[in-house]
């Protein structure tokens, strides 16, 4: 800090009036907050949201002046995915982390309805590993990359007429989650008269759904340029990274048969407006909202979601402690309650299985005394006919003897007659 102070006397009224020529007392302090700040360097995640080839890593080139490298996507992916890649810039001795989340096969797939399931998945997790970080006893911070998204790019495609269901949907989805900044990609290829029809119906297609857009935060006295930046949204973008040469200078743009659209002209488009926004007027902002909003919302439905509560019953301030008590109690009477459960349910089929084992063997034992009875009849039976074969056997005998000796009566008969006869 300077600390020359001119001295300064006002003769006509005798008061002496001190101007200061440099900064001075704690006037400093907004210089550590930029040297820190400068040393620490500075982070932002940004996600793209919108249909395969729509101009998402074009128009990031053309924000950052970078080629990134380049990923073209398929159209034949089966599901929704997202491209995440972090970049350490450097402009000036301003270092920037840069986390770039693209969603890769956005709108191809035939059924659209969970398309945006795992762009909620992705924001939620984010917040969830920040919320993981500060629940730690032993945090770092420092070293830790908060992966939360600080914004939304969402690309409109420039059809002309309207929102898409799919657009509506994704963005009900997300509006809670995440600063939403509305874009009309490639917008060269509408005119300037249906541009302005197109972003009129797009917001109040917005407004009449109840999407929330990030608001830009509002002063007492709104400065023009908030004004304005309003009036333009969704913000008509064109990317391009081709220079084109317009007059004697070089510019970037894109080149058409009848002219140059230059990018950074903002009679052309809202490029330039887009780029200052994010870069050097909301970038604190949006982080701010990100914090203070959208991870605020989420922390506390999952705070709330573990137990966890400000005030008890009574409507009275709670302690940790007492919460922690609680949840033990009530953790402790539920493992009770199904320890309970279960031993009766084990009793209960500890019964079952005993009778369908009595069933069992009483239909056993009833088969035997069957098997039993018939086996008794079947050996009466057989004894009742030896008896019979036995009975049969003497008769033949008897009958055989008698026959034995009526023969040999006949044969001493015969001989008689014979000698008789001679
Ligand atoms: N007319 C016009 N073409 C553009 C614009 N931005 C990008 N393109 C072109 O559109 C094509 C696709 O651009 P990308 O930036 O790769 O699109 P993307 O959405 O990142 O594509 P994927 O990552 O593959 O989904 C390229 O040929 C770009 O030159 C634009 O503003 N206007």
């Given at each position: 800090c300077i600390k020359r102070i001119r001295n300064v006397s006002?003769?006509?009224?005798?008061i002496r009036c001190l101007t200061l020529l440099g900064h001075f007392g704690f006037e400093c302090l907004p210089y550590q907050l930029v040297n820190r700040s400068i040393q620490q360097g500075f982070s932002f995640n940004v996600l793209c949201v919108g249909?395969?080839?729509?101009?998402k890593s074009t128009l990031i080139d053309t924000l950052f002046n970078i080629n990134f490298k380049e990923h073209k996507s398929s159209h034949f992916y089966s599901n929704v995915g997202l491209r995440v890649q972090t970049y350490k810039l450097q402009e000036s001795n301003v270092q920037l982390k840069l986390t770039v989340a693209e969603t890769v096969?956005?709108?191809?797939?035939?059924?659209?309805?969970?398309?945006?399931q795992p762009i909620v998945d992705y924001l939620d997790a984010q917040f969830e590993a920040y919320l993981q970080e500060e629940l730690?006893?032993?945090?770092?911070y420092f070293e830790y990359h908060d992966s939360r998204i600080h914004v939304c790019l969402y690309f409109i495609s420039p059809t002309g007429h309207s929102l898409k269901s799919l657009d509506l949907l994704t963005m009900k989805k997300i509006d809670r989650k995440v600063n939403i900044v509305p874009l009309i990609a490639?917008?060269?290829?509408?005119?300037k008269n249906d541009l302005q029809k197109f972003k009129s119906n797009i917001m109040s297609e917005l407004a009449g759904n109840g999407i929330q857009i990030y608001q830009f935060p509002e002063d007492e006295e709104p400065t023009a340029q908030m004004t304005s930046l309003k009036e333009h949204l969704p913000f008509a973008v064109v990317g391009s990274m081709d220079e084109v040469k317009v007059g004697k200078r070089m510019v970037r743009g894109r080149q058409y048969p009848w002219g140059v659209l230059q990018v950074e002209n903002e009679n052309h488009c809202d490029f330039v407006r887009l780029r200052d926004m994010l870069l050097c007027t909301n970038m604190e902002d949006l982080k701010e909202q990100t914090h203070t909003q959208h991870y605020e919302r989420y922390r506390c439905h999952r705070l709330q979601k573990m137990g966890f509560t400000d005030v008890g019953p009574d409507n009275q301030p709670i302690s940790f402690q007492e919460i922690y008590e609680a949840k033990r109690q009530e953790l402790y009477e539920q493992c009770q309650r199904e320890e309970e459960q279960l031993k009766q349910k084990f009793m209960q089929r500890v019964k079952e299985k005993e009778t369908e084992f009595k069933e069992a063997e009483k239909e056993l034992q009833d088969k035997f005394e069957h098997l039993k009875k018939v086996q008794q009849e079947e050996t009466m039976k057989l004894e009742e006919e030896r008896k019979q074969l036995e009975a049969e056997i003497i008769d033949f005998y008897k009958m055989k003897a008698a026959s034995e000796s009526l023969q040999a009566q006949t044969c001493t008969n015969t001989k008689k007659d014979k000698e008789r006869k001679k």
């Open positions: 006002q003769k006509e009224e005798n249909e395969t080839g729509i101009g096969g956005y709108g191809d797939q035939v059924n659209k309805e969970a398309s945006y730690k006893i032993k945090r770092s490639k917008a060269d290829t509408v005119s």
